[in-house]
Nanobody, 118 residues
Framework: QVQLVESGGGLVQAGGSLRLSCAASGSIFRFNAMAWYRQAPGKQRVLVAVILSGGMTTYTDPVKGRFTISRDNAKNTVYLQMNSLTPEDTAVYYC????????????WGQGTQVTVSS
């Protein structure tokens, strides 16, 4: 059973930084992609960043230039470095792992809260 555990969330002032971690129960090599999503109160969950197994990364417009997704295969962990945070970044951040076999499977962590004060 795949387990993803997020950590690193907390309270930070506007302009500050946080680094989120997502620890997987096994090797992340088997996942086609890993990603970070976020969900603000009263809003839908949206994609933030993606890293493919080959290392290519993609970001959505609101976080481009401020966030960086990376991975450490030896530690079976992916990270999201968040800089220049604004109150609009306040949300629960979720880790996602995508596995492509005969069908595409998605695995989710339980999320870590990020709150950015003015």
């Amino acid at each position: 059973q795949v387990q993803l555990v997020e950590s690193g969330g907390g309270l930070v002032q506007a302009g500050g930084s946080l680094r989120l971690s997502c620890a997987a129960s096994g090797s992340i090599f088997r996942f086609n992609a890993m990603a970070w999503y976020r969900q603000a109160p009263g809003k839908q969950r949206v994609l933030v960043a993606v890293i493919l197994s080959g290392g290519m990364t993609t970001y959505t417009d609101p976080v481009k230039g401020r966030f960086t997704i990376s991975r450490d295969n030896a530690k079976n962990t992916v990270y999201l470095q968040m800089n220049s945070l604004t109150p609009e970044d306040t949300a629960v951040y979720y880790c996602n792992a995508k596995e492509v076999v005969t069908v595409t499977l998605n695995y989710w962590g339980q999320g870590t809260q990020v709150t950015v004060s003015s």
